[in-house]
């Protein structure tokens, strides 16, 4: 069982990046699901969510930044952020919402640096 997130890198500030996770051995329609992230010396936080009949929650750190999505048929989540600022320089995982301690992977290294 494994949640793989991917597509972070080196972003200017006010870049994008979209970010993937794709998950084997566990089926993510039936679930909520969420991108997390974790930022150097800080507790891991919840970034934004999105339920199997498509409600989303977006956390308030990145309101307004950010797009979650979801395509059952591909297993898969995104998530879509824009104008992205130093501050949101973090690992970024994804997992079920509330998060599965077993499905918690590597994460994927956003640096938002000029």
């Known amino acids: 069982v494994q949640l793989q997130a991917s597509g972070g890198g080196l972003v200017q500030p006010g870049g994008s990046l979209k970010l993937s996770c794709s998950a084997s051995?566990?089926?993510?329609?039936?679930?909520?699901v969420g991108w997390y992230r974790q930022a150097p010396g800080k507790r891991r936080e919840p970034v934004a969510a999105v339920q199997s009949g498509g409600v989303i929650n977006i956390g308030d750190s990145m309101k307004g930044r950010v797009t979650i999505s979801r395509d059952d048929a591909k297993n898969t989540i995104y998530l879509q952020m824009n104008n992205l600022k130093p501050e949101d320089t973090a690992v970024y995982y994804c997992n079920t919402f509330p998060a599965t301690a077993r499905l918690w992977g590597q994460g994927t290294l956003v640096t938002v640096s000029s």
């Open positions: 051995g566990v089926t993510l329609s039936s679930y909520t």
